[in-house]
């Protein structure tokens, strides 16, 4: 009898916390992922990185690892804020061109599109700065160099720093960015963000779990965003 109240109690208590958890989360979804990511990033970090980082640079075929070495360049933060202001000013020297209203106003909305793509790249991108001053784990070039793995918060030496990864964190923003606004080719950006994400593990620039991060505040800051600049009823999309 006392088991059986014990297994029964055992699963009630269980039953109301899934259940309390399951209305955390539909009350505050933001929150619950950011957690969620959060836990997830720190188990990796005890358990996983370690053993995935020397697996990765032990026995990552050669041709494999320059083919990731050659695409990481590709997620390179400048290119993506050059191509974004390049778009910018272009579609505001069109719109100042255009003879009609109508042609004036598309442009305009492309500009405005534009400084999305800006704006959420530069705000995930101090928001990842300011965690990786606070973490300050060694990056991973730092345990093959000199036996180093851990953290050192708060430090002056921002380049030692890998959590998140800041390449990741800027080409999922202006991926999800380009997703909102012209959402034809989302399985084109969806790729690219992958590949380039993933090369910074895979070439050992960065963790696994840096990379979660990284991808992780990409997109959660540029979803924020989005409510910005879609107030009063102004859509991000061109493609309509």
Known sequence: MTIRYHVTAYFTLTAHMAHGLVAFSRRYPWTSATLGMSLLCTAMIAWADLPLAHALRNHLPPDTYGFFKVLTNVGLTGLWYVLAAALLLGARIVAGLSGSTTAHDQFMNLARSA??????????????????????????????????????????????????????????????????????????????????????????????????????????????????????????????
Request: net charge positive; hydrophobic share 50%.
């Open 115 to 240: 400084w999305f793509i800006i704006a959420a790249m530069a705000t995930s991108g101090i928001l990842g700065q300011i965690l990786k001053f606070c973490v300050g784990r060694y990056r991973p070039r730092y345990l093959f160099e000199e036996g180093l793995y851990g953290v050192a918060p708060f430090g002056v030496h921002m380049g030692m720093y890998s959590f998140p990864s800041g390449h990741t964190q800027t080409v999922v923003a202006a991926m999800t960015a380009l997703m909102l606004i012209y959402p034809r080719y989302n399985l084109l950006y969806i790729l690219i963000a992958v590949l380039i994400g993933s090369s910074r593990a895979l070439t050992t620039i960065h963790y696994p779990s840096d990379v979660l991060m990284g991808a992780y505040i990409g997109f959660a800051v540029t979803m924020g965003l989005r409510h910005l600049f879609e107030r009063n009823g102004h859509s991000l999309r061109i493609d309509r």
